[in-house]
């Protein structure tokens, strides 16, 4: 699998539990090639997050709104996942305790130092601020990344080996003078790189994106039909919880289907509902908005996915063209 590919099937595991974006919201990541495993767990984070924002922890959305000063509050996914919500910007940290380059991507870097990083890292950390609003000004989007920088480095400032700055297609060995750069202020322009301010990633308003919702909720009695006939497995769909300005869209297992509803247990821990990942929860069909399931080996559905893997597809290949 390519290297955005993962990055992005990363991304969908904190994508699945966040608030729904709205026009006018976007996204930016730095993803961390690491030289050790790393898997930070909710104290390292919280950690991190203090020292980073000399920010206080507290334990609910509502003490957030109430405590005067810098606050946040960690929700935990799965091992090395963790949704962070501040007043001011939410951040999520996502963990492949594995390699994602490989040697032929080593091969395809004209710098060495860039190739050694790839070929020696265990570990990568997507380290993302989420639903950022949409930046009026360069120095806006400059804010985003220096919170980022912050971020990375309070979480592995020894252990980065390279950082790959993913809207500008851009890697980075983090040598000492890095990591230094990475504390303070103006990160992309001390690390040489643009990121338009303009560029963002909208989910409400895409009508390609749109389009693959409505068709999935259209043709959902094939999903249906093969559930009941037991014609595959890992049956999954894609939900909308909740209400007001507390929705979510999030991804299920599929246990029960019937005229109505649809029951399974949540694949991720909701950022906003009070539920855990696996508790059982129902809603009606007319609330699907996509579904996969596995058929002899290969993926049925997820329309959704697919246009946003031929999107990275595509971003790579005019990246790969503009630097020839």
């Known amino acids: 699998m390519r290297p955005l590919a993962v990055i992005l099937l990363l991304s969908s595991v904190l994508a699945a539990s966040e608030p729904e974006e709205k026009p006018g919201e976007a996204s930016h990541q730095l993803v961390l090639l690491l030289s050790e495993v790393q898997v930070p767990t909710e104290k390292d984070v919280a950690a991190a997050v203090s020292s980073a924002f000399k920010a206080t922890r507290v334990v609910d959305h509502d003490k957030l709104r109430e405590t005067k000063g810098p606050a946040f509050v960690l929700v935990p996914i799965q091992p090395g996942t963790i ?24 091969k395809q870097q004209e710098n ?60 980075h060995v983090a040598d000492e003078a890095i990591r230094k750069k990475f504390g303070g202020k103006g990160l992309l322009q001390q690390l040489g790189t643009n990121v338009p301010f303009n560029r963002m ?51 299920m297992n599929v246990t029960k289907i019937d005229d109505k509803t649809i029951e399974g247990k949540l694949d991720n821990k909701p950022f906003y509902l009070n539920k855990m990942q696996g508790d059982v929860v129902s809603a009606p069909l007319s609330k699907v908005s996509d579904w996969l399931f596995v058929r002899d080996g290969d993926f049925v559905g997820g329309r959704t996915v697919r246009i946003l893997l031929e999107r990275q597809k595509k971003e790579r290949e005019q990246s790969e063209k503009k630097d020839k």
């Open 201 to 251: 990633d909208v989910l409400v308003g895409d009508f390609e994106l749109e389009a693959a919702m409505k068709e999935a909720r259209r043709t959902l009695p094939e999903f249906v039909a093969a559930f009941h006939a037991k014609k595959g497995e890992l049956f999954q769909v894609k939900v909308m919880l909740g209400g007001g300005e507390r929705v979510e869209h999030i991804w």
């Open 83 to 106: 949704l962070i919500a501040m007043k001011s910007r939410d951040f999520s940290i996502a963990t492949l305790p594995a390699p994602l380059f490989n040697e032929g991507d080593a």
């Open 112 to 171: 060495e130092a860039v190739a050694a990083a790839m070929r020696k890292h265990k570990c990568v950390i997507v380290v993302r601020a989420n639903h950022a609003d949409k930046a009026k000004s360069q120095a806006e989007l400059n804010a985003a990344y220096d919170d980022l920088g912050k971020l990375s480095v309070a979480l592995g400032a020894k252990n980065i080996l390279a950082v790959y700055v993913y809207e500008a297609h851009s890697f």
